[in-house]
Nanobody, 119 residues
Framework: QVQLVESGGGLVQAGGSLRLSCAASGSMSSTYIISWYRQAPGKQREFVAN???????NYRDSVKGRFTISRDNTATLVALQMSSLKPEDTAVYYC?????????????WGQGTQVTVSS
C-alpha cells in the first residue's frame, strides 16, 4: 500500500506561482508513472502532467511552459511548480501514482489540494 499526501495549494492572484508537493509513503516500485490531475467544479478530472520512471515528462498543452513536474531521487516526493497561473487553473489538484508491482499496475490517489487563482 502507498499513501499520498498533497500540500501546497492555496489562493493566488493571476500571474502568480504555487508549488504543490506530493509525499508518498509505503512500498514503492522502480517502474512508475507519477501524475498530477485536476478537477474544476462541474468538470471531469483532467490530466495535467506526469513523470515516468525513465525521466520522461508529459504535460497537457494548456500548461506547457508554465508548469514543471519533478521528483526526488527516491520518487517519494513529487512537486508541481506552477507559474503564470490563470483563473482557469482553479481546481482541486490530485497526485496519482501508478506502480508496476509483480507485473500488475497498482493505482493510488491523494486526497487533493485546492488551488484557487483570482483574476
Amino acid at each position: 500500500q502507498v499513501q499520498l499526501v498533497e500540500s501546497g495549494g492555496g489562493l493566488v492572484q493571476a500571474g502568480g506561482s504555487l508549488r504543490l508537493s506530493c509525499a508518498a509513503s509505503g512500498s514503492m516500485s522502480s517502474t512508475y508513472i507519477i501524475s498530477w490531475y485536476r478537477q474544476a467544479p462541474g468538470k471531469q478530472r483532467e490530466f495535467v502532467a506526469n513523470i515516468v520512471s525513465t525521466g520522461t515528462t508529459n504535460y497537457r498543452d494548456s500548461v506547457k511552459g508554465r508548469f514543471t513536474i519533478s521528483r526526488d531521487n527516491t520518487a517519494t516526493l513529487v512537486a508541481l511548480q506552477m507559474s503564470s497561473l490563470k483563473p482557469e487553473d482553479t481546481a482541486v489538484y490530485y497526485c496519482n501514482f501508478k506502480l508496476l508491482i509483480h507485473q500488475k499496475w497498482a493505482d493510488y490517489w491523494g486526497q487533493g489540494t485546492q488551488v484557487t487563482v483570482s483574476s
